[in-house]
């Protein structure tokens, strides 16, 4: 009787152990299935909310206008590409409006290109300046915001900035500070008084839109 009881037991053990260990394994492929839709969904939604904003109008009626405009380039950059390290934007703003003439530049209008971003593939499209050098050109973009992107790519991995990134890296705010690191952009000599001054004119005389 004993005997009979223990095998009793011992079967209820069994089964109660299988059971359990099947609510267990049951519950975990539930949640490992759960965890994938939601994965699946917030993938989803990202993609929707890149196709969905496009890219914005570029307004150049005066000073005002286009810094709204590269900075609405700007949030259109970060909001709509992946792994992107923001630049400094004070930085970013008054290069593109000395390098532009503030929009008006021919390149800037005809090239959209608020950078003086060149060129040294002449199969790819690109204006000639009126000195009309053999090796280069001006590089042509489809959209201001494109040349606003590029210039964000030659600051966050081109050779020449590695000082414009360790500053960023021990997290300097100081925007005047990463100008000194920007010697091999331009051959004026003149070039960073330039670009602190359009700096300074930044923050005491315009609106500086806000990234989101």
């Given at each position: 009787m004993i005997q009979k009881i223990k095998t009793v037991f011992a079967t209820l053990m069994v089964v109660f152990i299988v059971a359990f260990s099947f609510g267990i394994w049951h519950t975990y492929k539930q949640n490992k299935i759960e965890a994938s839709e939601i994965e699946t969904q917030e993938i989803v939604?990202?993609?929707?909310?890149?196709?969905?904003?496009?890219?914005?109008?570029?307004?150049?009626?005066?000073?005002?206008?286009?810094?709204?405009?590269?900075?609405?380039?700007?949030?259109?950059?970060?909001?709509?590409t992946t792994d992107i390290i923001p630049v400094n934007f004070e930085v970013l703003l008054a290069q593109a409006a000395l390098e532009s003439g503030w929009g008006n530049s021919r390149f800037a209008i005809e090239g959209k290109n608020l950078f003086g971003i060149r060129t040294y593939d002449l199969t790819e499209p690109h204006m000639l300046p009126s000195n009309n050098p053999k090796k280069w050109g001006v590089r042509v973009y489809m959209h201001e915001c494109d040349s606003v992107q590029h210039y964000i790519d030659i600051i966050n991995n081109g050779s020449a900035y590695d000082k414009y990134r360790e500053l960023r890296d021990n997290d300097v705010t100081d925007s005047l500070q990463y100008v000194e690191t920007l010697g091999a952009y331009a051959a004026d000599k003149n070039y960073f008084p330039k670009v602190k001054s359009i700096i300074k004119k930044l923050r005491t005389e315009y609106d500086i839109p806000i990234l989101n």
């Open positions: 939604e990202t993609l929707e909310k890149i196709i969905s904003v496009t890219k914005p109008d570029f307004e150049r009626e005066n000073n005002q206008t286009f810094i709204n405009s590269v900075g609405a380039c700007v949030n259109y950059i970060y909001n709509t």
